[in-house]
């Protein structure tokens, strides 16, 4: 699992054949650390970890996408 903000490791772990390892994508906001963290907890309540083990996770400052890996 990657958690990062910078917009290219999306499209490397959407390209790359070997789809087994998330990523979380913060985006859209000048994030602090505590804004951070409760996202994470947010994030971690509502998604199961298998189902974030093989996606794309993108957390905005007003919602969370998920985006599935395993498109074939």
Same mark, same amino acid.
């Given at each position: 699992m990657v958690i990062t903000?910078? /917009?290219d490791f999306p499209r490397l772990i959407a390209i790359s054949p070997d789809k087994r390892s998330g990523l979380i994508l913060f985006r859209g906001a000048d994030w602090k650390l505590n804004a951070i963290c409760e996202s994470l907890d947010r994030m971690f309540a509502t998604i199961s970890e298998q189902r974030l083990a093989l996606s794309i996770v993108v957390v905005?400052?007003?919602?969370?996408?998920?985006?599935? /890996?395993?498109?074939?």
């Open positions: 903000a910078d /917009l905005e400052p007003s919602r969370i996408r998920v985006r599935n /890996l395993n498109t074939e």
